[in-house]
């Protein structure tokens, strides 16, 4: 199976902020949902944020107003702008594709990467 590569955790202060970057090489990339998932030390993974290909997005309600996905077709590449963090976001940050119109479940998700941690200080 293809794996998709993330990038960009890291370990930042209450109110900063960072960007997660999701490269899919090898995926038609235009056809696919992506999806930003989060998985926090005994709690379920949850889907932070999707968009669709066509432009479409999702957020927590937690996210909204704080975070932004895009993507860009060209590069293969799905991001996800962090602001305002808050110590409540750490988590192991996931990107996933899915070959489908749905955001949710997690199993509709064909191809994952191996995540990327983010830590918010207080």
């Known amino acids: 199976q293809e794996q998709l590569v993330e990038s960009g955790g890291g370990l930042v202060q209450a109110g900063g902020s960072l960007r997660l970057s999701c490269a899919a090489p090898g995926l038609t990339f235009n056809v696919y949902t992506m999806g930003w998932f989060r998985q926090a030390p005994g709690k379920e993974r949850e889907l932070v944020a999707a968009i669709r290909w066509t432009g479409t997005t999702h957020y927590k309600d937690s996210a909204k107003g704080r975070f932004t996905i895009s993507r860009d077709n060209a590069k293969n590449t799905v991001y996800l702008q962090m602001n305002s963090l808050k110590p409540e976001d750490t988590a192991v940050y996931y990107c996933?594709?899915?070959?489908?119109?749905?955001?949710?479940?997690?199993?509709?998700?064909?191809?994952w990467g191996q995540g990327t941690q983010v830590t918010v200080s207080s």
């Open positions: 996933a594709a899915a070959r489908s119109i749905q955001i949710a479940p997690a199993t509709i998700y064909n191809y």
